[in-house]
C-alpha cells in the first residue's frame, strides 16, 4: 500500500522557519498534485499548499502566501514545504496527501486526497 512519509516537523519562535518534507513510498504518484494540509487543536483540517508533480503549478492558502513555498525534488521524489515567518496560529499536525488528476479543481478541500502520511507536528511559540 502506498504510504506517505513525512519529516521536518518540531517546535520554533515566532518569526522562525522550517522545513517539512514528503516522501511516497511503494508507488509513484505522477499525475497526482501532492498537497500539505493541516490540523489545529479543535479545528478542522485545512488546506495549506499543493502542487502537481507533472508540471509543477503550485497553489497556497491565502493564510501562507508568500511565507510558505512547495516545491518537488524529482531525483529524490520528495515534496518539500520551507515554511518561513512563522506563526503561533500555524501551530498544526502537518499532513502530506495526494489528489489524483480528476480532483484538481477542487485541490484545497480535504476530501480531494486520497492517500495521507500520518502528520507531523509543528508548533510555534510566541
Known amino acids: 500500500q502506498a504510504q506517505l512519509l513525512e519529516s521536518g516537523g518540531g517546535s520554533v519562535q515566532a518569526g522562525g522557519s522550517l522545513r517539512l518534507s514528503c516522501s511516497p513510498s511503494?508507488?509513484?504518484?505522477?499525475?497526482?498534485?501532492m498537497g500539505w494540509l493541516r490540523q489545529a487543536p479543535g479545528k478542522g483540517r485545512e488546506f495549506v499548499s499543493a502542487i502537481r508533480w507533472n508540471d509543477g503549478t503550485t497553489h497556497y492558502a491565502d493564510s501562507v502566501k508568500g511565507r510558505f513555498t512547495i516545491s518537488l525534488d524529482n531525483a529524490k521524489n520528495t515534496v518539500h514545504l520551507r515554511m518561513f515567518d512563522l506563526k503561533p496560529e500555524d501551530t498544526a499536525v502537518y499532513y502530506c496527501a495526494a489528489a489524483p488528476s480528476g480532483n484538481s479543481h477542487r485541490i484545497s478541500e480535504p476530501s480531494a486526497y486520497d492517500y495521507w502520511g500520518q502528520g507531523t507536528q509543528v508548533t510555534v511559540s510566541f
Open positions: 511503494a508507488r509513484t504518484f505522477s499525475g497526482y498534485s
